[in-house]
């Protein structure tokens, strides 16, 4: 054993033996009966042991009540929630009314700007001279000899 395994054994389990591991307590113990330094060691944390039980703890008073009182701090809101407050606004919804019937006619300047800029197939020119030619041609197969008037 070294002298650093000791030192965290006393830093983790404190200088009782009593509260060292089992598995390890017969070793500590012959280590610590055959080094001189780490029965310096073992002194040495005793004696901050002592220091650390003389400390008095400050008072303080209504510590769990101001603890338990205080106020929560503000939950961090998502996009959505953030979205939804900016078009309906909790308070004076009526200078804010603009949002909600902005917020709604935003499909309709979306389809508009996309029907505007995109024919998605549909021709709109259509050529008026073949539209009579074949009105004419139509006209002219019918036959109108036998029918009456």
Request: net charge negative; no cysteine; charged share 25%.
């Amino acid at each position: 054993m070294k002298l650093e395994d000791f030192s965290n054994v006393l830093e983790v389990h404190g200088t009782d033996s009593a509260n060292w591991p089992t598995d390890l307590r017969n070793d500590l113990e012959a280590f610590l009966s055959n080094n001189e330094s780490a029965r310096l060691l073992l002194e040495e944390y005793k004696q901050l042991e002592r220091s650390l039980d003389d400390m008095a703890v400050p008072a303080f008073p209504n510590l769990e009540h101001k603890v338990l009182n205080q106020a929560l701090p503000p939950r961090p809101q998502s996009l959505f929630d953030r979205l939804l407050s900016w078009i309906f606004p909790a308070e004076n919804f009526g200078a804010n009314l603009w949002r909600p019937m902005m917020a709604a006619s935003l499909p309709l300047v979306f389809g508009i700007v996309l029907g505007n800029y995109y024919s998605f197939g549909i021709n709109s020119e259509i050529d008026e001279y073949d539209y009579w030619d074949d009105e004419l041609a139509m006209l002219a197969l019918s036959d109108y000899s036998e029918s009456e008037f």
